[in-house]
């Protein structure tokens, strides 16, 4: 095994299928893909996009669920082995005493963070338009809504699990109030996880399957060899966007800094239920397990807008290969 390392639990319990003979790939898909389906409960149009963390022995996330309204709502999931899932039927209700954000419009492509001992859930969430909503949880049962992050447009605020020279860190990318056609990823800082400012630029796109815009992913994975950034690119073909998934290694001290980032992607929609779907062409990770006994990863990512599924990685093998295949 090479010997870059996560920095962080072991999760000897992680949900793990060896890279099959012969695949030449670095992120390998599930072979038991999707692990939710559309219609998983009654309510679901569809349930994709959503996070995943390690509770206790066990396993809980919130989903991105889309109703049969086509409302983008929120539930919340648990598991034994992080594959098969007991999604809540009914949506989570947050708990907040700021009389404007009350009335909770949408939610969608949660994250969850675990930070100091409590999992923050951090969204899309509607205010007069798309921003960073931030909620955290100790049970999973109850959630306490604080204050939006940063003023609309914005997606894909993805907080770092742990202060970094003294502040909380979130990636995020300013966007429209449409399907933005444009998005580059920036950073912000926070003394206590209301305040955001001290923004700093982290990257935009380059071309090819990263052309038209980018956002990160899953929390980033504290390294050996610094922050491991799962991100999706954006391509746009003559039948519209398309989503792939690749990866960045930042400075773990100024994690604006870009030391590598994929040129090639790392996993792009080929097959059926990343193809076919209410949106094709589609894979968006929101989430990763890693153990760091064995440099284990597991990533979750939403497919064709329909369904969840599962990806794994070796972390040595994919430090490698993106130091080996970077363009910055
Ligand atoms: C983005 C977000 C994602 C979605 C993607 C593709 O703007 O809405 O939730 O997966 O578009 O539709």
Redesign the pocket.
Known sequence: MAEQTIVGEAVLSIPWEDKPEGCADVVWRYSENPIIPRDAIPCSNSI??SAVVTFGDDFAGVF?VDHRTRR?MLHTGRSGDGIHWDIEPEPIRFECDIPELQNFAYG??PRVCKLEGRYYVHW?NWYHGPTIGIAWTEDFKTYHQTENALLPFQ?NGVLFPRKINGSYVMLNRP?DNG??PFGDIFLSQSPDLIHWGRHRYVMGTIGGWQSTKV?AGPTPIETSEGWLMIY?G?LTSCNG?V?SMGAALLDLDEPWKVMYRTAPYLLSPQRLYECVG??PN?A?PCAAVCDAETGRIAIYY?AA?TVVCLAFAQVGELIDYVKQNSAV
């Open positions: 994709f996009n991105r983008m969608y492509d899309c997606r966007s399907h933005t956002g999706h954006v966007f989503y209410d949106v589609v968006f939403g807008d």
